[in-house]
């Protein structure tokens, strides 16, 4: 590998970061103004919360990816990706306990329009991570020369 | 004979559940980069591809685990 390859991967996921927002930010509209509907306030901000946290912790794999990607040249590549992706993977959850710790028996907070707008946003961005990769056109082969290079 | 407790269990079923829920995340996680890892050590510049096949695999697995803390808010109210 020369030291300006980044594999081709580092596209895909961008792309998956971007969706994953206007994803996020879509049902963030839909859900809010749902859960005012049946819940009041702490309701509306159920639902912007869940649409936050879906996004933050859909998006983090991403990009962990991407942060490892930077990496690609060195020859512990294999070893730094591996801590980067399951390190933040496990940071993430751990994050996500503590986050689910400090939100429990808030009055502000209606936890089943959160829980509902979270499952949502995951699903959702499932769908999303699918699509994009299946129109991702991506090249098959990382060390391409640098005039065709397109990242 | 009197029965005495010897052996006392306090706190909330709720942990067992989420250790069950970690379970098959874990696994699901560990065999996908696992083999990610395996076969960008045998073709280095498919690296890309796997990788993204790898961002699928896991994006589905955890999205177990991310629902299964998720219930903790639908049902743990």
Known sequence: ?151 | MDTTVVAELTGNIATVGYGLAAIGPAIGVGIVVGRTIEGTARQPELSGRLQTLMYIGIAFTEALALIGIATYYIFGA
């Not at chain 1, 590549?77 to 751990?94: D, E, N, R, S, T």
């Not at chain 1, 699903?123 to 990769?133: C, E, F, K, Y």
Request: proline share 6%; aromatic share 6%; no cysteine.
């Open chain 1, 1 to 151: 590998m020369t030291a300006s390859t980044r594999p081709s991967s580092s596209i895909v996921m961008s792309r998956v970061l971007l969706w994953g927002a206007v994803l996020a930010g879509g049902i963030a509209v839909v859900a809010a103004p749902l859960g005012y509907a049946v819940a009041g306030v702490p309701g509306l901000v159920g639902g912007l919360l869940g649409a936050a946290m879906g996004l933050v912790f859909m998006g983090a794999t991403a990009l962990s990816i991407l942060v490892a990607n930077r990496f690609a040249s060195s020859d512990a590549y294999p070893a730094v990706f591996l801590g980067v992706v399951m390190g933040g993977w496990l940071v993430k959850l751990v994050l996500f306990l503590i986050v689910t710790v400090l939100l429990r028996d808030q009055p502000w907070l209606e936890p089943s329009v959160l829980g509902l707008t979270l499952i949502v946003v995951v699903v959702g961005s499932l769908v999303v991570d699918v699509l994009v990769t299946v129109k991702g056109r991506m090249p098959a082969v990382t060390d391409l020369p640098p005039s065709r290079r397109i990242d």
